[in-house]
């Protein structure tokens, strides 16, 4: 099956600091990543839409200048988040769209990083 | 404005016994409703998905059941078992193309 990989799992930086956050799809090339962020014992929420040679889409309320996304490579998204404070530790989740199959398409989780910033 | 209603927010169920969630939705674009199984500290894994041209989808022990009408869904996990206690995500989205919306959440204990 498809795999998503990230890296790190697990960073812990000093506020006002940069952490950069990599997303690998490691046996199929997605042309769409997903960038998502979940707090404790909530749900996953969308921070941004990746494309492939081109500029994030990012939602509302999301800080584009903050949650830097650059997907340069068909296998390779990477989420920069600078100036980390406190308030930016989170669990991010990234997802990659593998291809069209019975019309639809699958996407795959990366099993997520943990930022903690102090 | 939250496009997908979840319920309920936790759920305990004896061994053996039959788990059921549910989902609904808003927007009627919206035309693949995946779930999603997460573990502490891990990323969500796709369980079971459907698409509005069937009521009913089974592997396994997860069935979906699906209302186009009623824009609802909802999953059952049959002979629930310890090793199924997750938090488990309903979502929505477009042909699966589009971001996933999700639902918030039903965290399952399944009690031995």
């Known amino acids: 099956g498809a795999v998503v990989s990230q890296h790190p799992s697990w960073v812990i930086c000093k506020s006002g600091t940069s952490v950069k956050i990599e997303c690998r799809s490691l046996?199929?090339?997605?042309?769409?990543m997903f960038w998502y962020r979940q707090f404790p014992k909530q749900s996953l929420m969308l921070m941004a839409t990746?494309?492939?040679?081109?500029?994030?889409?990012?939602e509302q309320g999301v800080e584009k200048d903050k949650f830097l996304i650059n997907h340069a490579s068909l296998t390779l998204s990477t989420l920069t988040v600078t100036s980390a404070h406190p308030e930016d530790s989170s669990f991010y989740i990234c997802s990659a769209r593998g291809g069209l199959a019975g019309g639809t398409y699958e996407q795959y989780f990366g099993p997520g990083t943990r930022l903690t910033v102090t | 404005q939250q496009q997908v209603k979840q319920s309920p927010q936790s759920l305990i169920v004896q061994k053996g016994g039959i788990s059921i969630i549910n989902c609904a939705y808003e927007n009627t674009a919206f035309d693949y409703f995946p779930w999603y199984q997460q573990f502490p500290g891990k990323g969500p894994a796709l369980l079971i998905a459907i698409r509005p041209d069937v009521s009913e989808k089974k592997e396994g022990r997860f069935t979906i059941s699906f209302n186009k009408s009623a824009k609802q869904f909802s999953l059952h996990i049959m002979d629930s078992q310890p090793g199924d206690s997750a938090t488990y995500f309903c979502a929505a989205s477009i042909r699966g193309g589009t971001a996933l919306i999700f639902g918030k959440g039903t965290t399952l204990s399944v009690s031995s």
């Open positions: 046996d199929f090339q997605a042309t769409t």
């Open positions: 990746s494309n492939e040679g081109s500029k994030a889409t990012y």
